[in-house]
Nanobody, 114 residues
Framework: QVSLVESGGGLVRPGGSLTLNCAAAGFTFDRTAMSWYRQAPGKERELVAL????????TYVDSVKGRFTISRDNLKKMVVLQMNSLEPEDTARYFC???????WGQGTQVTVSS
């Protein structure tokens, strides 16, 4: 059974950090590119970061470059999004996604506020 389970969201002050984790199961994780998306109220879901299944090549949306880092552990079947220097504009629900599949996690809320 396929599952993607996110954890690590919460409330943080501007300038703070959070680490999001995604535990995957039920598909060939090490052959699948993985990504994090986010969706803020009233806005479309957007790609935040992607990591390929080959050579761990990464891609980021411009607004998070230099602040967020995506990584993966194929043995543990985990994808991690390290978020630093968080800004109020980063407030959204964050979703883990297995690229080129219909698999999504349920999301975890990140709120950046003073």
């Amino acid at each position: 059974q396929v599952s993607l389970v996110e954890s690590g969201g919460g409330l943080v002050r501007p300038g703070g950090s959070l680490t999001l984790n995604c535990a995957a199961a039920g598909f060939t994780f090490d052959r699948t590119a993985m990504s994090w998306y986010r969706q803020a109220p009233g806005k479309e879901r957007e790609l935040v970061a992607l990591i390929s299944s080959i050579n761990d090549r990464t891609t980021y949306v411009d607004s998070v470059k230099g602040r967020f880092t995506i990584s993966r552990d194929n043995l543990k079947k985990m994808v991690v999004l390290q978020m630093n220097s968080l800004e109020p504009e980063d407030t959204a629900r964050y979703f883990c996604h297995a690229e080129r599949t219909p698999y999504w996690g349920q999301g975890t809320q990140v709120t950046v506020s003073s």
